[in-house]
């Protein structure tokens, strides 16, 4: 301070000579005053600030003093329902009482009241009420009864038994002996017993002094009046060690379930006094500002100079940054054209950033996308999401340089500027091409992987096919040879040998019917190659197999067991697959019963059922060994297997095309007395969007008796 007031004297004496010889003394005379306005108006906003800062301080003690009120308000209230616990005893429930007054100070009485007060008329049978009184003072109602006083109570009674819920009533004067009283407020329970509905109700009487003082602090009370007061100001009850200044008041209004009651609280401080000798203070004020500013100025231009350095080498680190991303990024403004891009970007377009720089349309859009896109553009500009668009990215095309098209995932967020205002789009932008290419190599491969599949399983039919046509082939032979012969008799045909001969033709017509119906099943096996999901019902997935199942079920004695599927159900999925799918596991389930498994109890079933959430569920079930916890460990991995003439593909394959449904493929061994396992999928119903087509009779889905059973012409033509 020394140097600044050394450097002041010879400044008036110099003003005159400075005015003689014409230099400016406006500018130093328009600073002075500025100082001197700055200074005043700083200390009115220091007055203010003192002032805000003492009613901010009364604010937050009302709203802590209100919700320390509603929290005593609720345990009272919780006491007072604990009380009914049990329904307890008139002795249990008086001991109750007298614990909860004396635990609540505030609680000043309590009684059980008769759902109709003996008071009124005509209610002179019912039992008067039994009351407790707060240990702490004398009886509440000694100098004035109850009786007189209970107009407040009963109309809260009446409300809480009609709502069923706790009510307060209006708060009322109790009086004393000598002229003095306490200002109260009742609260009412119906109490429910077990037995039946409300017949009583409980009524506790709270000291709303008490009420203020257990709701506040002491060093809140020693600084603070606290009081409630009736809406034109009237204070009915206070609490604190003083009286407010009437400066700094808060109200808030409690609720209270049936009454509101406004709590005010007003701080004991006065107005802040301004400092006694203002002229000295303004003066040492200014000297201070001057030698503040002076060195304010020097340290802003220091920080300006680092904080221009730091923001040159944060930029240069940001773009060095995206420089080494491989992700790109791109900016757009609300117009759509490009406003920025870091080097991934135009090494993935193939352009060079001048190139893409305040463009629209950009370069690196496809001529013949380019209305869509726009289409797609104008409606972000509309503040809406276009269609195929999330937060999770959407899948676009763009143009490289070379003019190739490749795949790209789009993530874009709005950009907002440092004052809110949304100035465009960023996006970051990933080049999915190669992914995609390996995803279709994936899907070629697994599409192989099932036509091996498929041709290990033509394989194993054509050897059943040899087996099977045998058989009815014979049989056409044999009774060929004797349609023959009985022709070749010579002379007329008598009745018998025309009645055999029919016969025989018969025979020989389903015989080669039955043949066809073989061929037939494996040849549209074989030439199915639909890709698309459809709604397919169930029963005709299970009809399709059929047939190829009870091949391989006629080699090994198994029988074929289908439960009964519901009328109408349906699934969506790729027809071909599917049937695939159960090929496989219904020929492993019978391939499991061969060795291990007598004859009469080789049994496969299929079921087929509604699951959660619109799913279907199929459940393959053998008699066989079962599966070794060793072996369930690898059962779908692809090429395990157990036989020595498989590939190991067929549980692989079949879990691929459940999951590509969106279902799964599990198995579970049976329990005791049963043994086997059973393996289940689920696959998915189709939308309700249509009624669906009455089911046909699901003739085929009984157990083979012509296999199972044969006929003795049918037994007598495979021999």
């Known amino acids: 301070m020394s140097p600044v007031s050394t450097a002041l004297p010879p400044v008036a004496p110099s003003l005159p000579s400075l005015v003689s010889r014409g230099r400016p003394v406006l500018p130093w005379v328009m600073l002075v005053a500025l100082l001197a306005v700055a200074q005043t108006l700083l200390v009115g906003l220091t007055v203010v600030y003192e002032n805000k800062g003492a009613q901010e301080q009364v604010d937050a003690a ?59 008329p005509g209610n002179a049978s019912v039992s008067p009420p039994i009351t407790v009184d707060s240990p702490y003072r004398p009886p509440l109602f000694s100098h004035v009864p109850r009786t007189e006083m209970a107009a407040d109570t009963e109309l809260a009674c009446a409300t809480a038994q009609r709502h069923g819920t706790p009510a307060f009533s209006r708060s009322y004067f109790v009086p004393f002996s000598g ?74 209004l409690i609720d209270l379930p049936g009454q509101t009651l406004v709590l005010r609280v007003d701080s004991a401080a006065g107005r802040p006094r301004l400092i006694p000798p203002l002229a000295v203070s303004l003066v040492l004020g200014l000297s201070l500002a001057l030698g503040v500013v002076v060195v304010l100025l020097v340290r802003d231009m220091r920080r300006r100079y680092a904080a221009e350095n730091a923001l040159a080498e944060a930029l240069a680190f940001r773009r060095a940054m995206e420089d080494s991303l491989i992700t790109g990024m791109r900016a757009r403004d609300l117009q759509g054209r490009v406003t920025y891009v870091n080097l991934a970007f135009c090494r993935m377009v193939g352009l060079t950033e001048a190139q893409i720089i305040g463009c629209n349309p950009p370069p690196y859009w496809p001529p013949e996308l380019v209305g869509e896109y726009n289409r797609r553009q104008q409606l972000r500009m509309d503040g809406l999401r276009p269609p195929g668009e999330s937060q999770q990215g959407f899948e676009t095309i763009f143009l490289r340089g070379s003019g190739e098209r490749f795949a790209v995932l789009i993530f874009e967020a709005p950009l907002v500027d440092g004052g809110g205002r949304h100035t465009g789009w960023m996006s970051a932008v990933l080049d999915v091409s190669e992914q995609r290419r390996v995803e279709e190599l994936s899907r070629q491969q697994q599409e192989r992987l099932q036509a091996t599949a498929r041709l290990a399983t033509v394989g194993e039919m054509a050897s059943l096919l040899s087996h099977e046509l045998n058989q009815p082939l014979a049989a056409i032979a044999s009774y060929a040879a004797g349609s023959l012969n009985v022709m070749g008799s010579g002379g007329g045909l008598d009745a018998d040998a025309a009645a055999a001969l029919r016969h025989a033709a018969m025979r020989i017509a389903e015989q080669a019917e039955r043949a066809g119906r073989v061929i037939k099943s494996v040849h549209d096996f074989v030439r199915r190659r639909e890709q698309a999901h459809e709604p397919l019902r169930c029963d005709v997935l299970i009809e399709a197999v059929l047939p190829l199942v009870r091949l391989q079920a006629r080699k090994s004695g198994a029988r074929i067991e289908v439960e009964r599927i519901e009328p109408g159900l349906r699934v969506q999925c790729d027809r071909t697959m ?26 496969l079933r299929i079921k087929v059922a509604s699951a959660a959430e619109g799913r279907v569920v199929f459940r393959i079930s053998d008699r066989g060994p079962g599966i070794s916890p060793e072996v369930a460990q690898r059962l779908f991995t692809p090429f395990f297997t157990t036989r020595p003439e498989g590939m190991g593909l067929g549980l692989s394959l079949c879990r691929t095309v459940v999951e590509q449904h969106g279902g799964t493929l599990d198995f579970t061994s049976l329990q005791p007395p049963a043994s086997g396992t059973e393996f289940r999928f689920t696959l998915p119903a189709p939308a309700p969007a249509r009624k669906p087509a009455p089911p046909r009779p699901l003739s085929s889905l009984t157990t083979d008796d012509a296999v199972l059973n044969p006929t003795p012409d049918d037994a007598a033509s495979a021999t």
């Open 578 to 603: 599917v049937e695939q799918v159960l090929l496989n596991l219904t020929r492993n389930g019978i391939q499991a019963m061969e060795l291990d498994t007598p004859v009469k109890a080789r049994e």
């Open 179 to 252: 002229g003095q009283g306490i200002e109260v407020i009742d609260v009412c329970l119906p109490v429910s017993h077990s037995q039946g509905g409300a017949s009583e109700s409980v009524a506790a009487t709270l000291s709303m002094p008490a009420l203020l003082s257990q709701s506040a602090s002491m060093e809140l009370l020693r600084g603070h009046e606290l009081s409630f007061v009736e809406a034109d100001g009237t204070r009915l009850a206070r609490a604190g060690l003083g009286r407010g200044g009437g400066v700094y008041v808060a109200q808030r």
């Open 62 to 120: 009302a709203a802590a003093v209100s919700i320390e009120l509603r929290q005593h308000a609720e345990r009272d209230l919780e006491g007072l329902q604990a009380l009914q616990w049990n329904d307890p005893t008139d002795a249990q429930w008086r001991r109750g009482a007298e614990l909860l007054l004396h635990r609540h100070p505030e609680l000043l009485h309590i009684e059980k009241r008769p759902l109709q007060s003996p008071r009124l």
